[in-house]
């Protein structure tokens, strides 16, 4: 979509599929605030569509085949994406 004023504005939305946010479906340890979703539980709403600032970039790390209570879980591990630049960094530099 885009705006028709000066200068050209876009709005970008991502199509996203989610797990179910219920106890159940999401565990996060108190101490170290590591969260895991359970893979078999999609949040069943349909509400696909977020803005670009409300993105987070994840990715799922599921746990070895000898985690066998653990099969379905999977360990969510928040990235940074390539070729960004934190604040920090850039007064390291």
């Not at 028709?4 to 106890?23: D, G, T």
């Not at 409300?54 to 940074?80: A, G, N, R």
Request: net charge positive.
């Amino acid at each position: 979509m885009e705006y028709a004023c000066l200068p050209i504005k876009r709005v970008v939305l991502f199509k996203c599929e989610w797990y179910n946010p219920s106890p159940q479906g999401t565990k996060i340890h108190v101490k170290y605030g590591i969260v895991k979703v359970q893979s078999s539980r999609k949040y069943r709403k349909y509400d696909p569509f977020i803005f670009v600032k409300q993105v987070e970039q994840l990715y799922f790390k599921s746990y070895p085949d000898t985690c066998h209570d653990k099969y379905d879980w999977m360990v969510v591990i928040k990235t940074k994406a390539w070729g960004t630049i934190t604040a920090l960094e850039a007064n390291m530099e």
